[in-house]
């Protein structure tokens, strides 16, 4: 009797920290994982879901003066194997006359032009100028919100933060993953479908990828 009660304080503390940690952690993961949870449905059927993407399309001239400066840069531009920013004044002639932020780009620098990509979620963008005219075009397409949050499922052109936030959300999702394992195995002898449910959850996926992906 007197060694039976410290195994079940041992016991409610183990189960009272797994449930503290497995909350928390789904709190954290909670909005993640709906979001990547709707937007595998949306990856997994992208085929049969159609979308319209909207582009843009600007053109331009700059000043005969900021192309010069321009030309005056290239061999700059090329010593760096042709991989350099957008100058200050260009990016401001751009943010000015189109409303685009090139800041942090860097474009590729040839004797023709200058052509700066910029992909983003959701859709890609380009800009071009050409340094024998100074003419210069811009094109956006938009594929949409869905696209947009399929992007972000992806990682795909989203930057620095999000891919942190990722890591984090996958952290939490496997804390709340293993705590929730545990919890089901302390709880596993007074309900005895815990195991052919968690061995299904296994099973299931290994048979399809042996018998149906080839």
């Not at 195994?7 to 409610?12: G, I, P, S, V, Y």
């Not at 709906?34 to 049969?48: D, E, K, P, R």
């Not at 983003?120 to 071009?128: E, F, H, S, T, V």
């Not at 795909?156 to 891919?163: E, L, Q």
Request: charge should be neutral; hydrophobic fraction near 45%.
């Amino acid at each position: 009797m007197t060694a039976t009660r410290p195994d079940n304080r041992r016991r409610a503390y183990w189960l009272k920290t797994l449930h503290e940690w497995h909350w928390v952690s789904s709190a954290i993961c909670l909005i993640g994982m709906i979001l990547f949870s709707v937007t595998g449905f949306t990856l997994n059927h992208a085929g049969q879901i159609e979308a319209k993407p909207a582009i843009t399309k600007l053109n331009g001239s700059v000043g005969e003066a900021l192309r010069a400066r321009l030309e005056q840069q290239l061999p700059a531009a090329k010593a760096l194997k042709g991989k350099a920013p957008l100058p200050a004044e260009l990016q401001g002639w751009v943010q000015k006359n189109w409303d685009v932020s090139t800041a942090g780009r860097e474009a590729e620098w040839s004797d023709d032009e200058i052509y700066l990509s910029l992909p983003r979620p959701g859709g890609d963008a380009w800009l071009r100028l050409s340094l024998a005219d100074g003419e210069i075009e811009y094109e956006r397409t938009d594929r949409g919100w869905l696209s947009y949050f399929n992007d972000l499922h992806k990682g795909r052109n989203t930057g620095a933060a999000w891919s942190w936030f990722i890591d984090i959300f996958a952290g939490a999702a496997l804390v709340f993953s293993i705590t929730g394992l545990f919890i089901l195995k302390m709880h596993a002898g007074n309900r005895p479908f815990t195991w052919p449910m968690v061995g299904m959850g296994l099973v299931v996926p290994v048979l399809l990828a042996l018998l149906f992906i080839h």
